[in-house]
């Protein structure tokens, strides 16, 4: 959430630095969600081999 806060307030008040902000902050929250859901998915493979 603050990597989309940053880049739509720095689209809108027009300040070039909250958009790289706010891209900086993207991949970070992209390779969190990207682990959380990997493990979800173990999670529910291993629960169903049970």
């Not at 027009?14 to 990207?34: C, E, F, H, M, S």
Request: glycine share 8%.
């Amino acid at each position: 959430m603050p990597a989309v806060s940053a880049m739509t307030a720095g689209r809108a008040c027009d300040v070039p630095w909250l958009g790289t902000l706010g891209r900086l902050l993207l991949w970070p929250a992209v390779v969190v969600w990207a682990v959380v859901a990997a493990g979800a998915v173990r999670h529910a493979v291993a629960a169903s081999s049970d």
